[in-house]
């Protein structure tokens, strides 16, 4: 497998809760601008995935908490899609400090919908893969 795809991201602070840290919805909300991130990287538009009726959608997601990230914290938010059989794939990210200290861990099961069907597709690999004008951003 590649190096996974990385994006920087300030904490910025009106993230951080009365404790001074991370919000811990905001793990998420990093997650989620990776992987979107990550699509854009490979050549795959929002627009793109709306043009075919398909959107990616999050089945299950598990978060562990290792670091507390504070305002002004600089973290490198990594993505990478581990592809199986079927109509799910793994998605595995790490938020960490500049340090290199992981701050989390973030996976996930994920899937691609047809959204006028509101059922996920049979083979996503291969939708990504067509759809990408770098297929090599997804592992593909």
């Known amino acids: 497998m590649s190096e996974p795809f990385s994006v920087t991201v300030v904490v910025r602070g009106y993230e951080t809760d009365t404790q001074g ?3 811990q919805a905001v793990y998420l909300q990093y997650a989620e ?3 979107w991130s990550m699509l854009q990287a490979g050549g795959i538009r929002q627009a793109d995935l709306l043009e075919r009726n398909l959107g990616p959608v999050a089945l ?3 978060v562990r908490y290792r670091r507390e990230l504070r305002a002004g914290d600089e973290t ?4 990478a899609f581990v592809w199986g059989e079927g109509k799910t794939f793994r998605i ?3 938020i960490r400090m500049a340090d290199g200290t992981v701050a989390a861990e973030v996976s996930g099961v994920g899937g691609l919908m047809d ?3 509101r059922k996920l597709v049979a083979d996503p690999r291969e939708h990504f893969r067509a759809l990408a004008k770098a297929p090599e951003v997804f592992g593909l």
């Open 92 to 94: 595995e990210q790490t």
């Open 76 to 79: 490198e938010v990594t993505c």
């Open 115 to 117: 959204l006028r069907r």
């Open 60 to 62: 299950e997601v598990t």
């Open 21 to 23: 840290h991370l919000n």
């Open 33 to 35: 601008h990776a992987r």
